[in-house]
């Protein structure tokens, strides 16, 4: 079955190996990513959700939501975005990016960013929501997407008509985290749903929620027939798994996962190679907070770095979680 998955073209971009990279807030920034490019296997990289409003007074060569290395290619730029108005502005605010994609968000149930109307509230005012997609494809040539949760409540109907609206729109691919908006993540996804929405479009449909394992996307991909694989959390517990998944779909065997700790101090360097002191310490804390379930104790390790007042404290508290719990792996970081 896995070999009925291969690239997969989004619009002008082709996605090879068909497995994208989550937005996640927080954790989808260039420090992390450049964790991943390293490891191989990620098609399309994301950014976190970027306000379209605040995107204009970025700087671009500073701005931690904007700033990228080479090696995070491609990447798509998430626009959590409101009112169509915003659509030109945050669209030229990312040029000096040099973004391949723009995806736009249509999905986060957070309260704070539904009560500004944007997420998952646009599904709810499918008008509003034509607008805005109307507004950004106008603004940009790149491959656009749009990431959708299945709404208030089942209603396939509903959710066939929003999507098909949203192609119509001119989105080139639609990526279905398949929950609805207000289940929480410990509810088993609904991936038959995302095979609803691909029997109703044209454009290609990304399945998205609770893959952690090849064995999580194959049963992804059965239930649904997707066209790719978007991976959020997974993807930090155990930031190999893209590989893992690259090499599912190759028909190679899986690599051999590096030692956690090495990884740990990795991503602990491009932090700080990467954003500006004051910016580190809380990315830390959100990484290790889903890093630590890589450990069966893990949440040892996360509470002691969430409780460190700075990031120093944070690392010699971490290599002490690692020299009780992995002295291999610690002994391979050297
Ligand atoms: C910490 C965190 C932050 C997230 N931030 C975003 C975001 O900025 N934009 C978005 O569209 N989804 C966001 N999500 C949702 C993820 O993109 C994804 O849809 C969800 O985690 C399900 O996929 P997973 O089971 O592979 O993690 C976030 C999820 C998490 C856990």
């Not at 671009?60 to 939501?65: A, D, I, K, N, Q």
């Amino acid at each position: 079955m896995a070999g009925a998955l291969t690239r997969l073209q989004f619009g002008s971009l082709p996605i090879d190996p068909p497995l994208l990279l989550a937005p996640m807030a927080g954790i989808s920034h260039s420090p992390f990513r450049r964790l991943l490019a390293e490891l191989g296997g990620v098609g399309l990289f994301a950014t976190e959700m970027l306000s379209a409003r605040s995107l204009p007074s970025e700087n671009p060569r500073l701005s931690p939501f904007l700033i990228r290395t080479a090696a995070e290619h491609p990447l798509s730029y998430q626009l959590l975005i409101t009112d169509p108005r915003e659509a030109a502005p945050a669209v030229d605010a990312l040029a000096p990016a040099n973004p391949q994609a723009i995806d736009i968000n249509l999905g986060c149930p957070a309260p704070r960013v539904r009560c500004r109307g944007g997420g998952s509230r646009l599904m709810q005012e499918p008008e509003r929501a034509r607008a805005v997609v109307a507004a950004v494809r106008r603004a940009t040539p790149l491959p656009l997407s749009a990431k959708i949760r299945l709404g208030e409540q089942l209603d396939e109907a509903a959710l066939v008509e929003f999507c098909r609206m949203v192609e119509g729109e001119g989105v080139d691919l639609i990526t279905v985290h398949a929950r609805l908006r207000g289940e929480p993540y410990g509810r088993t996804p609904r991936w038959g749903w995302i095979g609803m929405v691909k029997q109703a479009v044209g454009v290609p449909v990304v399945g998205n929620g609770g893959i952690f394992s090849v064995e999580d996307a194959r049963r992804c991909l059965d239930a649904s027939g997707c066209d790719g694989f978007m991976v959020g959390r997974g993807g930090v517990v155990r930031p190999w798994l893209f590989a893992e998944l690259a090499a599912w779909l190759d028909g190679r065997p899986a690599p051999l996962p590096p030692a956690r700790p090495v990884l740990f101090f990795r991503f602990l360097t491009y932090l700080e190679q990467g954003l500006a002191p004051e910016r580190r310490l809380g990315r830390l804390k959100e990484f290790t907070h889903t890093f630590s379930q890589t450990y069966p104790f893990g949440h040892t390790l996360a509470s002691s770095v969430q409780a460190s007042a700075t990031v120093e404290q944070a690392r010699t508290r971490a290599r002490r979680f690692f020299l009780a719990s992995d002295p291999v792996g610690l002994e391979a970081c050297g």
